[in-house]
């Protein structure tokens, strides 16, 4: 299935830069091969796995989490946008 495409701003704000060493990013980029996959799709793999375990050992205050920083977020679009 193939991904959506997004609208440009959210596809800016959903990137990020990782600053790591020259040895781990080419390690990185040989398990991103022999998997099929790319690194951006390993960290996308790691990311929704450290989320499932955060919600699975503590769903409540993983859940206030998420709304402070989607309040946090809300705000910043709200500043920006009255400038």
Known sequence: MARPKLPVAQRRRLTMTVRIRQDLDEGFAAVALLRGTTKSGLVSQYAAEQIRAEQERDGTRFA????????????????????
């Open 64 to 83: 206030a989490a998420l709304k402070e920083i989607q309040s946090h977020r809300k705000a910043q679009s709200k500043m920006k946008a009255g400038k």
